[in-house]
């Protein structure tokens, strides 16, 4: 029979045992109540360290193997990129687009069971085309490649823009030393300009300053109002959360590949929704940079000018493109955009 006392002394310590682990519950959660655990990464200081990717991030093909544009034919949109081209120093490349038969459009608009959304016309042909182009990196077994469609524009400051976005994109997927290209290797795709991507304040970001970011009050399109998580003068990096537009993306081997077996059977609207349903769903491993370094140029609405894609849904273009080539449209969120600065020296954020 133990002696009585033991019995209170065991109690006490039970109790006591209780209090620390009730004690030490509170503590836990009032310091996760003070400090959240926040999602962002680190903010960059300025200036930068120099870093041997900075001279390849600026280089003439911005540290990817190639610059691949999407391109059907010569016209306003051409010209004004190989404007802006020449002014930033950049190396792109416009292979020929071969192009599909009426069979193999309706053909792919109807790849997928009835439960999907399905392509038009137009999107299709778009898809197709973008396609080809990995297509064509896969068969020249580039590294990486950055894809842009022929109407988009960038800031002057693109290569400085560059050189930022290397060490960001680098910290943010922990590249090792060793991996090559100034972004690294750990991603399928990199978006470097989209019509819109939220950043929320919960949304796991590493966060970098960039003199050449629009101010917040200026920034436009639709996902201006999910941006409470940005702050000014602050570009960030992030996995994809809702990024739309393939007017200029980045890709990796690894990437390419991935895309030509994911967006290769259709199976939704259009090849830039499905690839940010890939994004989302987790089958391609997508990075994005918020605000977008790069966006389409529009030229002056008056002239009826409508996309390519609509063209291909059978809705002609009104515009007589020798007027409004000499008249200036504008760019969404490129304070000084390339295309506005070769051609017409100035300024044309919309
Ligand atoms: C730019 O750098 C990338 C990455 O090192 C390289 O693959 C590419 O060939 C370079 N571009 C030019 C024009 O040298
Ligand atoms: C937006 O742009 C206009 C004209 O370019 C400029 O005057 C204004 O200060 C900008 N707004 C903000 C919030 O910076
Ligand atoms: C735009 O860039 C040019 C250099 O190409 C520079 O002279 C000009 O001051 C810049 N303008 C703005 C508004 O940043």
Known sequence: MPPPIFKPRRRLTQNRLKYGIGLTIFIILTYLYLFPSSPVLRILSRPQTPSPHHTTASNSTLGFQKILVLSTRPSWRTRGLHAAAAHTNLDLTIPNQALPTDELITAFQSLGPSSVKHPLRGEAFNWLAHLDLMKLIAAQDYTTALILEDDVDWDV??????????????????????????????????????????????????????????????????????????????????????????????????????????????????????????????????????????????????????????????????????????????????????????????????
């Open 157 to 350: 400051s693109i290569k400085e823009q560059m050189k930022l976005l290397s060490d960001a994109v680098r910290e943010f997927t922990y590249a090792a030393p060793e991996e090559e290209g100034p972004y690294g290797e750990r991603w399928d795709v990199l978006w470097l300009g989209h019509c819109g991507e939220p950043t929320r304040r919960d949304t796991r970001r590493l966060e970098y300053f960039d003199a050449s970011v629009p101010a917040m009050g200026n920034y436009s399109g639709w996902a201006a109002r999910y941006h409470d998580g940005l702050s000014e003068g602050v570009r960030v990096v992030q996995r994809a959360v809702n990024p739309v537009c393939s007017f200029a993306f980045a890709v990796t081997r690894r990437g390419a590949r991935k895309i030509l077996k994911w967006a290769g059977k259709g199976e939704n609207e259009a090849y830039d929704i499905r690839l940010m349903q890939g994004c989302k769903e987790k089958r391609l491993s997508c990075v994005v940079v918020n605000p977008e370094l790069m966006h389409h140029y529009v030229p002056p609405r008056e002239f009826g000018h409508i996309s390519n894609v609509a063209e291909g849904n059978g809705r002609a273009s009104e515009a007589e493109e020798e007027e409004f080539e000499r008249i200036m449209g504008n760019t969404a969120n490129v304070v000084n955009s390339t295309r506005c600065r070769a051609l017409f020296d100035s300024t044309c954020m919309r």
